[in-house]
């Protein structure tokens, strides 16, 4: 896991980290309206739920992806894994956007999808498929898996698993994206192609 920093502070909390833009800076493609929710609402709120659920514990000075680690596939700590990777994924998912992004890319990025997808139309084919296919709420990514990219789904709070490094995502729970499309997750999933996606993160995540 890697591409974005949430460690711990040292004072037994997780920050919620800055958004990497204004909030209004992704209009008209995602609103402020949106962001502020998203990121004021739902995002500062898993932060502050993993904080309740690690005060006190043997998680409490642990970096996010230690605790992400430590807790996965834990019945006994769901609550604190749900919450924790939800901070994560949404840090990710901040950082994989930017104003005036998306559409194909170019470098390193450029020539690993031509390889390994055949074409940049066919990865945003893949893509695609996969964050409108994810049943309910959940996930879409490009990973990189040893030598090869793909990409994969996961449910709700999920992240990658260990050994598939994270290289973009989008979030397809309805609160990223009703209050602008509505029912309309493929319209979204298309404006996070073409207008929004950082591929310049995606290549720092690619090439480490």
């Known amino acids: 896991m890697v591409g974005v920093s949430c460690a711990g502070s040292g004072d037994g909390t997780i920050k919620l980290p800055s958004l990497p833009y204004n909030a209004d800076a992704l209009e008209p493609y995602i609103s ?3 962001i502020r929710f998203h990121y ?9 739920k993993v904080n309740r659920m690690i005060k006190g514990t043997a998680y409490a000075n642990l970096g996010l992806e230690a605790i992400i680690q430590k807790t996965r596939g834990n019945a006994d700590e769901i609550g604190i894994f749900n919450n924790a990777a939800q901070v994560f994924n949404h840090t990710f ?3 994989s956007m930017k104003p005036g992004g998306g559409g194909a890319p170019t470098g ?4 690993k999808i031509e390889a390994d997808f055949g074409s940049y139309d066919a990865f945003k084919t893949a893509f695609a498929s996969a964050a409108l296919s994810q049943f309910g709420s959940g996930w879409a990514w490009l990973v990189k898996d040893g030598d090869a990219l793909k990409v994969i789904k996961t449910s709700n709070a999920d992240t990658p698993a ?3 490094i994270p290289l973009l995502t989008v979030d397809v729970w309805e609160h990223a994206y009703y209050l602008d499309y509505q029912n309309r997750r493929a319209d979204y999933v298309d404006a996070y192609l073409q207008h929004l996606v950082n591929w310049e993160f995606a290549e720092t995540n690619l090439v480490g």
Request: hydrophobic content about 25%; proline content about 0%.
């Open 32 to 34: 402020e309206e949106t």
């Open 40 to 48: 004021g609402k739902h995002h500062s709120g898993y932060v502050k």
């Open 93 to 95: 998912y901040w950082n």
């Open 108 to 111: 390193i990025i450029a020539e």
């Open 162 to 164: 260990e050994g598939l």
